[in-house]
């Protein structure tokens, strides 16, 4: 399934250049890394509101515009997903709670 959000990564990347009248994406990453954050944080929020008291239905749609929120702030700082997955492949490798303990303390 990562093969969708490979394309769409790929279809916001080319959204950089288009119209801004005519591309959501490009107005959002015309207004910065700022912004884009922020969405994506009220994004996450929703997603919080309806794992706890909306229907699966109602989760699975904020769970899409969360993850579409997600790769327009990567984009607005240039982070590729293929990146991101490679940290992911490369953290499967050991167990959730050596991985942890291994990160600099913050």
Known sequence: MHDVLATLAATIKSRRTAPSDASYTRQLLDKGTEKCARKFGEEALEVVIAGVSQSKDE?????????????VLLESRDVAWGDVLTKLEARSAISGVAEKASRPAS
Do not use: G, K, N, R
């Open 59 to 71: 989760l699975t749609s904020e769970a899409a515009d969360v993850l579409y929120h997600l790769l």
